[in-house]
């Protein structure tokens, strides 16, 4: 079945600077990944997401690029403020939107 | 527009004993699903309802897990027997299957369940 790594698992950046997180994934027919931000105590809420048939997706600050030969993809957050404090999860799934594996998610901190 | 609602939010109970999870989904979301997320891990499916219908819980532990969605709305999900490795947060999410974002799922707050 599918596995989806992500890295890092923590990150801690100042306020302003970007922030880059990776995920790899193993199942070449996956063709959906979205990117979910989860605050605490709170359900993860979908931020961002791209099909395989695209390589590149950007809304405002945060953008998502997909290599499939490679099998990884990546978040991508701008200017980064201290709301975006949050724990980042990828996922992947064959099909939109239904069975999704998740990556082990990454806890992005944001220092004023 | 509502979100999806959970009940409890908290609970805390003795191994073997059992409890059960509740969950509302967005009116209209033909879709939904139950997920179970262990503390430091990413979310893992463990059923998912099309309507009132089961499409996937291939990864549901059937011997002491069970859910239902009767009437296609709410579902429950119960676990009897509880174990301890069964401590973690159980999120019901719902897609609405129509519409622009027909199968973006949302999902509820959670509910705590920690198992002593």
């Known amino acids: 079945g599918e596995n989806v790594e992500q890295h890092p698992s923590t990150l801690s950046v100042q306020e302003g600077d970007s922030a880059v997180i990776k995920c790899t994934y193993s199942?070449?027919?996956?063709?959906?990944f979205p990117w979910y931000k989860q605050e605490l105590g709170k359900g993860p809420q979908l931020i961002i997401d791209i099909r395989s048939n695209v390589g590149e997706k950007k809304d405002q600050r945060i953008a998502v690029t997909l290599n499939k030969t490679a099998k990884h993809f990546s978040l991508h957050i701008t200017e980064t403020q201290p709301e975006d404090s949050a724990v980042y999860f990828c996922?992947?799934?064959?099909?939109?939107?239904?069975?999704?594996?998740f990556g082990p998610g990454t806890r992005l901190s944001v220092l004023p | 527009e509502a979100g999806v609602a959970q009940s409890p939010r908290y609970k805390i109970i003795e191994k073997r004993q059992s409890v059960a999870f509740w969950c509302n989904p967005i009116s209209g979301h033909a879709t939904l699903y139950w997920y179970q997320q262990i503390l430091g891990q990413g979310p893992k499916l463990l059923i998912q309802f099309q309507n009132n219908g089961v499409v996937d819980d291939s990864q549901l532990p059937k011997d002491r897990f069970s859910a239902e969605r009767l009437k296609g709305v709410d579902s429950t999900l119960k676990i009897q027997p509880a174990k301890l490795e069964d401590s973690a947060v159980y999120l019901c999410?719902?897609?609405?299957?129509?519409?622009?974002?027909?199968?973006?799922?949302?999902f509820g707050p959670g509910t705590r369940l920690t198992v002593l």
């Open positions: 999410a719902s897609s609405p299957n129509s519409g622009r974002a027909y199968n973006e799922q949302f």
């Open positions: 996922a992947a799934s064959r099909i939109y939107g239904q069975n999704f594996v």
């Open positions: 199942d070449s027919a996956s063709n959906y």
